[in-house]
Protein backbone atom coordinates (compact mmCIF):
# COMPACT_ATOMS: atom_id res chain seq x y z
CA UNK A 1 0.00 0.00 0.00
CA UNK A 2 3.08 2.36 1.04
CA UNK A 3 4.53 1.25 -2.47
CA UNK A 4 1.51 2.09 -4.17
CA UNK A 5 0.83 5.06 -2.67
CA UNK A 6 4.13 6.49 -3.28
CA UNK A 7 4.86 5.55 -6.83
CA UNK A 8 1.20 7.52 -7.89
CA UNK A 9 2.29 10.32 -5.87
CA UNK A 10 6.18 10.31 -7.77
CA UNK A 11 4.47 9.50 -11.26
CA UNK A 12 1.98 13.37 -10.75
CA UNK A 13 5.20 15.31 -9.72
CA UNK A 14 6.54 18.07 -11.14
CA UNK A 15 10.58 17.85 -12.54
CA UNK A 16 11.14 21.18 -11.82
CA UNK A 17 9.26 21.80 -8.13
CA UNK A 18 9.42 18.29 -7.30
CA UNK A 19 5.82 18.77 -5.84
CA UNK A 20 2.26 17.05 -6.82
CA UNK A 21 1.63 19.10 -10.12
CA UNK A 22 -0.53 22.46 -10.12
CA UNK A 23 -2.48 23.50 -12.50
CA UNK A 24 -0.94 20.63 -14.85
CA UNK A 25 -0.22 21.02 -18.58
CA UNK A 26 1.28 18.39 -20.94
CA UNK A 27 3.58 20.17 -23.15
CA UNK A 28 4.19 18.69 -27.31
CA UNK A 29 7.41 16.68 -25.76
CA UNK A 30 4.41 14.48 -24.09
CA UNK A 31 6.40 15.45 -20.75
CA UNK A 32 3.92 17.40 -17.53
CA UNK A 33 4.89 20.32 -15.65
CA UNK A 34 3.08 22.52 -13.16
CA UNK A 35 1.79 25.84 -15.17
CA UNK A 36 3.85 28.34 -13.70
CA UNK A 37 7.19 25.83 -13.03
CA UNK A 38 7.10 25.57 -17.00
CA UNK A 39 5.99 29.25 -18.14
CA UNK A 40 8.55 30.68 -15.36
CA UNK A 41 11.29 28.29 -17.34
CA UNK A 42 10.10 29.40 -21.20
CA UNK A 43 10.58 33.20 -19.79
CA UNK A 44 13.96 32.93 -19.78
CA UNK A 45 14.58 31.30 -23.10
CA UNK A 46 12.30 34.35 -25.13
CA UNK A 47 15.20 36.00 -25.77
CA UNK A 48 16.31 33.27 -28.24
CA UNK A 49 12.92 31.84 -29.12
CA UNK A 50 13.83 28.47 -28.92
CA UNK A 51 11.91 26.53 -25.91
CA UNK A 52 13.11 23.38 -24.61
CA UNK A 53 11.71 20.73 -22.28
CA UNK A 54 13.62 21.14 -19.00
CA UNK A 55 13.20 17.40 -18.73
CA UNK A 56 14.46 15.49 -22.19
CA UNK A 57 15.73 18.85 -24.06
CA UNK A 58 13.47 18.52 -26.97
CA UNK A 59 13.29 21.69 -28.23
CA UNK A 60 10.06 23.55 -29.76
CA UNK A 61 10.08 26.64 -32.11
CA UNK A 62 7.48 28.99 -31.84
CA UNK A 63 6.57 28.92 -28.24
CA UNK A 64 3.84 26.16 -27.28
CA UNK A 65 0.58 27.59 -26.01
CA UNK A 66 -0.35 25.57 -22.59
CA UNK A 67 -3.38 24.01 -21.87
CA UNK A 68 -4.05 23.03 -18.41
CA UNK A 69 -4.93 18.90 -18.93
CA UNK A 70 -7.74 18.58 -16.78
CA UNK A 71 -7.55 14.57 -17.04
CA UNK A 72 -4.00 14.51 -15.04
CA UNK A 73 -5.96 17.34 -12.49
CA UNK A 74 -7.88 14.91 -11.72
CA UNK A 75 -5.83 12.61 -10.53
CA UNK A 76 -3.31 14.96 -8.73
CA UNK A 77 -6.30 15.44 -6.62
CA UNK A 78 -7.58 12.13 -6.16
CA UNK A 79 -3.90 11.36 -4.98
CA UNK A 80 -4.15 14.82 -2.77
CA UNK A 81 -6.79 12.52 -0.53
CA UNK A 82 -4.60 9.24 -0.54
CA UNK A 83 -3.14 8.31 3.24
CA UNK A 84 -0.72 6.32 3.93
CA UNK A 85 -1.94 3.68 6.75
CA UNK A 86 0.47 2.95 9.53
CA UNK A 87 0.62 -1.14 9.78
CA UNK A 88 -1.08 -3.13 12.93
CA UNK A 89 0.15 -2.62 15.66
CA UNK A 90 0.21 1.02 15.94
CA UNK A 91 -1.31 2.92 18.90
CA UNK A 92 -4.73 3.15 18.23
CA UNK A 93 -4.48 6.26 18.98
CA UNK A 94 -1.62 8.00 16.44
CA UNK A 95 -2.86 9.04 13.19
CA UNK A 96 -2.07 7.47 9.95
CA UNK A 97 1.26 8.41 8.37
CA UNK A 98 0.76 10.96 5.69
CA UNK A 99 3.75 13.19 3.58
CA UNK A 100 5.53 15.75 5.20
CA UNK A 101 4.46 19.22 4.77
CA UNK A 102 6.29 22.32 4.66
CA UNK A 103 7.22 22.66 8.43
CA UNK A 104 6.67 18.99 9.61
CA UNK A 105 9.58 16.70 10.39
CA UNK A 106 10.70 14.47 8.22
CA UNK A 107 11.31 10.45 9.28
CA UNK A 108 14.59 10.12 8.78
CA UNK A 109 14.47 6.05 7.60
CA UNK A 110 11.92 7.07 4.45
CA UNK A 111 14.18 6.48 1.16
CA UNK A 112 12.30 8.99 -1.48
CA UNK A 113 9.34 10.66 -0.55
CA UNK A 114 9.35 11.53 2.95
CA UNK A 115 6.75 10.25 5.70
CA UNK A 116 5.89 12.91 8.26
CA UNK A 117 7.51 12.10 11.50
CA UNK A 118 5.76 11.37 14.73
CA UNK A 119 8.52 11.12 17.33
CA UNK A 120 11.92 11.66 17.56
CA UNK A 121 14.48 9.13 19.67
CA UNK A 122 17.31 11.11 21.70
CA UNK A 123 19.26 7.77 21.67
CA UNK A 124 19.34 7.28 17.92
CA UNK A 125 19.09 10.83 17.16
CA UNK A 126 16.27 9.89 14.37
CA UNK A 127 13.12 11.03 13.51
CA UNK A 128 10.45 8.63 12.73
CA UNK A 129 6.76 8.45 10.73
CA UNK A 130 4.34 5.52 12.32
CA UNK A 131 5.68 2.89 10.47
CA UNK A 132 9.62 3.72 11.46
CA UNK A 133 8.71 3.77 15.21
CA UNK A 134 7.54 0.30 15.26
CA UNK A 135 10.61 -0.75 16.35
CA UNK A 136 10.63 1.37 19.11
CA UNK A 137 7.40 0.28 20.48
CA UNK A 138 7.71 -3.42 19.87
CA UNK A 139 11.31 -4.31 20.30
CA UNK A 140 13.26 -5.07 23.98
CA UNK A 141 16.08 -3.23 22.22
CA UNK A 142 15.09 0.16 22.14
CA UNK A 143 12.69 -0.37 25.56
CA UNK A 144 15.31 2.39 27.18
CA UNK A 145 15.40 4.77 24.36
CA UNK A 146 13.84 8.21 24.60
CA UNK A 147 11.64 9.32 22.60
CA UNK A 148 10.20 12.46 22.51
CA UNK A 149 7.62 14.69 19.99
CA UNK A 150 9.10 14.91 16.57
CA UNK A 151 12.02 17.48 16.47
CA UNK A 152 14.47 19.43 14.06
CA UNK A 153 16.71 20.48 16.17
CA UNK A 154 18.06 16.95 17.77
CA UNK A 155 21.65 17.95 17.36
CA UNK A 156 21.14 20.61 19.95
CA UNK A 157 20.30 18.20 22.70
CA UNK A 158 23.79 16.53 22.13
CA UNK A 159 27.05 17.77 23.67
CA UNK A 160 29.37 19.10 21.14
CA UNK A 161 31.96 17.69 23.03
CA UNK A 162 31.16 14.15 24.30
CA UNK A 163 28.54 13.37 21.58
CA UNK A 164 26.40 12.69 24.77
CA UNK A 165 22.28 13.68 25.10
CA UNK A 166 21.90 17.04 27.94
CA UNK A 167 20.62 15.34 30.54
CA UNK A 168 21.61 17.85 33.54
CA UNK A 169 21.65 21.30 34.29
CA UNK A 170 24.98 23.89 35.42
CA UNK A 171 23.47 26.33 37.93
CA UNK A 172 27.32 27.72 38.43
CA UNK A 173 27.61 28.12 34.30
CA UNK A 174 24.01 28.20 33.62
CA UNK A 175 24.23 25.82 30.77
CA UNK A 176 22.80 22.37 30.19
CA UNK A 177 25.65 19.66 29.96
CA UNK A 178 25.74 15.38 29.61
CA UNK A 179 26.74 13.34 32.60
CA UNK A 180 30.87 12.91 31.45
CA UNK A 181 30.53 16.88 30.96
CA UNK A 182 29.14 17.07 34.94
CA UNK A 183 32.23 14.93 36.06
CA UNK A 184 34.97 16.71 34.29
CA UNK A 185 35.05 20.64 33.39
CA UNK A 186 31.96 20.80 35.81
CA UNK A 187 33.21 19.20 38.23
CA UNK A 188 32.36 20.99 41.32
CA UNK A 189 29.87 23.07 40.28
CA UNK A 190 26.18 23.05 41.27
CA UNK A 191 24.12 20.89 38.90
CA UNK A 192 20.61 18.92 38.46
CA UNK A 193 18.45 17.19 36.33
CA UNK A 194 17.63 19.29 33.11
CA UNK A 195 13.78 17.72 34.44
CA UNK A 196 14.39 19.50 37.94
CA UNK A 197 15.54 22.51 36.58
CA UNK A 198 12.78 23.03 33.89
CA UNK A 199 10.44 22.56 37.11
CA UNK A 200 12.60 25.70 38.65
CA UNK A 201 12.18 27.82 35.66
CA UNK A 202 8.42 27.32 35.09
CA UNK A 203 8.04 28.56 38.34
CA UNK A 204 10.08 31.61 37.42
CA UNK A 205 8.51 31.56 33.80
CA UNK A 206 5.01 31.92 36.02
CA UNK A 207 6.11 34.75 38.04
CA UNK A 208 7.12 36.40 34.70
CA UNK A 209 3.81 35.96 33.43
CA UNK A 210 2.10 38.05 36.34
CA UNK A 211 4.88 40.49 36.30
CA UNK A 212 4.13 41.02 32.43
CA UNK A 213 0.22 40.98 32.92
CA UNK A 214 0.56 43.84 35.71
CA UNK A 215 2.89 45.79 33.38
CA UNK A 216 0.19 45.12 30.84
CA UNK A 217 -2.71 46.23 33.20
CA UNK A 218 -0.57 49.58 33.73
CA UNK A 219 -0.17 50.07 30.81
CA UNK A 220 -3.67 50.12 29.55
CA UNK A 221 -4.26 52.58 32.63
CA UNK A 222 -2.28 54.96 31.23
CA UNK A 223 -3.69 54.58 28.23
CA UNK A 224 -7.40 55.50 29.42
CA UNK A 225 -5.99 58.30 31.16
CA UNK A 226 -4.05 60.23 28.23
CA UNK A 227 -7.39 59.17 26.43
CA UNK A 228 -8.80 61.06 29.27
CA UNK A 229 -6.76 63.93 28.97
CA UNK A 230 -6.75 64.50 24.96
CA UNK A 231 -10.02 64.57 25.22
CA UNK A 232 -9.94 67.25 27.86
CA UNK A 233 -7.53 69.01 25.89
CA UNK A 234 -9.78 69.54 22.75
CA UNK A 235 -12.99 70.26 24.72
CA UNK A 236 -10.75 73.05 26.25
CA UNK A 237 -9.18 74.15 22.67
CA UNK A 238 -12.73 74.27 21.61
CA UNK A 239 -14.05 75.98 24.48
CA UNK A 240 -11.34 78.72 24.03
CA UNK A 241 -12.37 79.06 20.10
CA UNK A 242 -16.00 79.46 20.95
CA UNK A 243 -14.98 82.01 24.00
CA UNK A 244 -12.78 84.10 21.42
CA UNK A 245 -15.18 83.98 18.21
CA UNK A 246 -17.74 85.62 20.85
CA UNK A 247 -15.48 87.91 22.02
CA UNK A 248 -14.06 89.42 18.96
CA UNK A 249 -17.35 89.83 16.87
CA UNK A 250 -18.36 92.04 19.33
CA UNK A 251 -15.36 94.05 18.28
CA UNK A 252 -14.41 97.27 15.87
CA UNK A 253 -14.27 96.53 12.53
CA UNK A 254 -10.26 97.34 13.18
CA UNK A 255 -9.41 94.15 15.50
CA UNK A 256 -10.88 91.82 13.60
CA UNK A 257 -7.09 90.67 11.79
CA UNK A 258 -6.42 90.12 15.10
CA UNK A 259 -9.24 87.98 15.92
CA UNK A 260 -8.05 85.59 13.32
CA UNK A 261 -4.77 85.36 14.69
CA UNK A 262 -5.45 84.26 17.96
CA UNK A 263 -7.91 81.73 16.44
CA UNK A 264 -5.16 80.55 14.40
CA UNK A 265 -2.56 80.11 16.65
CA UNK A 266 -4.78 78.33 19.63
CA UNK A 267 -5.53 76.02 16.95
CA UNK A 268 -1.73 75.70 16.93
CA UNK A 269 -1.66 75.25 20.08
CA UNK A 270 -4.15 72.80 20.54
CA UNK A 271 -2.29 70.77 17.70
CA UNK A 272 1.44 70.58 19.61
CA UNK A 273 -0.54 69.33 22.97
CA UNK A 274 -2.58 66.63 20.84
CA UNK A 275 0.59 65.83 18.71
CA UNK A 276 2.61 64.97 21.76
CA UNK A 277 -0.33 63.48 23.49
CA UNK A 278 -1.25 61.17 19.86
CA UNK A 279 2.76 60.07 19.87
CA UNK A 280 3.00 59.11 23.09
CA UNK A 281 -0.57 57.38 23.05
CA UNK A 282 1.12 55.08 19.65
CA UNK A 283 4.46 54.70 21.93
CA UNK A 284 2.03 53.00 24.74
CA UNK A 285 0.07 50.96 22.22
CA UNK A 286 2.96 49.72 20.53
CA UNK A 287 4.84 48.56 24.24
CA UNK A 288 1.35 46.59 25.18
CA UNK A 289 1.39 45.10 21.98
CA UNK A 290 5.07 43.59 22.27
CA UNK A 291 4.11 42.93 25.83
CA UNK A 292 1.15 40.65 25.06
CA UNK A 293 3.64 39.04 22.01
CA UNK A 294 5.72 38.57 24.65
CA UNK A 295 3.53 36.97 26.86
CA UNK A 296 2.43 34.69 24.28
CA UNK A 297 5.48 33.22 23.69
CA UNK A 298 6.25 32.68 27.33
CA UNK A 299 2.95 31.32 27.54
CA UNK A 300 3.98 28.83 24.56
CA UNK A 301 7.41 27.98 26.21
CA UNK A 302 5.38 26.85 29.79
CA UNK A 303 3.86 23.94 27.39
CA UNK A 304 7.00 22.91 26.07
CA UNK A 305 7.71 19.13 27.09
CA UNK A 306 11.09 19.04 25.98
CA UNK A 307 13.60 19.93 29.18
CA UNK A 308 16.37 20.92 27.06
CA UNK A 309 14.53 23.01 24.18
CA UNK A 310 12.49 24.84 27.19
CA UNK A 311 15.64 25.81 29.49
CA UNK A 312 17.91 27.05 25.93
CA UNK A 313 14.85 29.21 25.18
CA UNK A 314 14.02 30.32 28.90
CA UNK A 315 17.65 31.52 29.33
CA UNK A 316 17.70 33.70 26.44
CA UNK A 317 14.30 35.23 27.38
CA UNK A 318 15.43 39.29 27.44
CA UNK A 319 14.38 41.51 30.60
CA UNK A 320 11.17 42.86 31.26
CA UNK A 321 10.99 46.18 31.25
CA UNK A 322 9.89 47.48 34.03
CA UNK A 323 6.82 49.85 34.57
CA UNK A 324 7.38 53.47 34.58
CA UNK A 325 4.98 56.76 33.76
CA UNK A 326 5.21 58.46 30.67
CA UNK A 327 3.43 61.48 30.39
CA UNK A 328 2.63 64.52 32.45
CA UNK A 329 -0.22 66.29 30.21
CA UNK A 330 -2.04 69.14 32.01
CA UNK A 331 -5.61 68.19 31.94
CA UNK A 332 -6.85 71.77 31.40
CA UNK A 333 -4.10 73.84 28.80
CA UNK A 334 -4.62 77.35 29.53
CA UNK A 335 -5.62 78.97 26.03
CA UNK A 336 -5.48 82.60 26.77
CA UNK A 337 -7.89 85.16 25.77
CA UNK A 338 -7.79 87.45 28.84
CA UNK A 339 -7.00 90.20 26.55
CA UNK A 340 -10.26 90.26 24.64
CA UNK A 341 -12.34 90.81 27.57
CA UNK A 342 -9.87 94.29 28.47
CA UNK A 343 -10.41 95.07 25.02
CA UNK A 344 -13.91 95.80 24.94
CA UNK A 345 -13.44 97.82 28.05
CA UNK A 346 -10.15 99.67 27.52
CA UNK A 347 -10.34 100.61 23.42
CA UNK A 348 -8.06 102.78 23.56
CA UNK A 349 -5.18 100.26 24.06
CA UNK A 350 -6.34 97.44 22.03
CA UNK A 351 -3.20 97.91 20.17
CA UNK A 352 -1.04 97.19 22.71
CA UNK A 353 -2.80 94.76 24.53
CA UNK A 354 -3.25 92.68 21.27
CA UNK A 355 0.08 92.93 19.86
CA UNK A 356 1.08 91.54 23.63
CA UNK A 357 -1.08 88.65 23.85
CA UNK A 358 -0.42 87.24 20.63
CA UNK A 359 3.45 87.56 21.16
CA UNK A 360 2.48 85.04 24.46
CA UNK A 361 0.45 83.06 22.68
CA UNK A 362 3.23 82.38 20.01
CA UNK A 363 5.95 81.68 22.43
CA UNK A 364 3.98 78.50 23.52
CA UNK A 365 3.87 77.49 19.80
CA UNK A 366 7.21 78.09 18.71
CA UNK A 367 9.69 77.55 21.39
CA UNK A 368 8.63 74.01 21.60
CA UNK A 369 10.53 72.03 24.34
CA UNK A 370 12.49 69.24 23.52
CA UNK A 371 10.35 65.76 22.94
CA UNK A 372 9.39 64.71 26.61
CA UNK A 373 10.71 60.99 27.50
CA UNK A 374 9.07 60.53 30.62
CA UNK A 375 5.34 61.49 32.56
CA UNK A 376 6.81 64.21 34.21
CA UNK A 377 8.63 65.50 30.87
CA UNK A 378 5.38 65.62 29.96
CA UNK A 379 3.41 67.31 32.37
CA UNK A 380 5.40 70.20 32.67
Given at each position: ??????????????????????????????????????????????????????????????????????????????????KFQAPPGSP??????????????????????????????????ASYCEAHIQ?????????????????????????????????????TDQKCICLL????????????????????????????????????????????????????????????????????????????????????????????????????????????????????????????????????????????????????????????????????????????????????????????????????????
Amino acid sequence: MAEAFLTARDSFSCPICLDLLKDPVTIPCGHNFCLDCIEDCWDEDDQRGVYSCPQCRHSFTPRPVLNKNNLIAEMVEKIKTMKFQAPPGSPADSPAGSLAGSGDVECDVCSGTKLRAVKSCLVCLASYCEAHIQPHYESPAFKKHKLVEASMNLQDKICSLHDKLLEVFCRTDQKCICLLCSLDEHSGHKTVSAAAEKTEKQRQLGQNREDCKRIIQQKEKDVRELTQVMEDLMRSAQAAVEDSEKIFTELIESIERRRSEVKELIRAQEKTELSQAEDLLKKLEQEIADLRRRDAELEQLSHSEDHIHFLQDYLSLPALPGVTKFYNINTKPQFSIEFVKKLVSEMEQLNWFSKLEIVKISKVHTIRAAEPKTRKEFMK
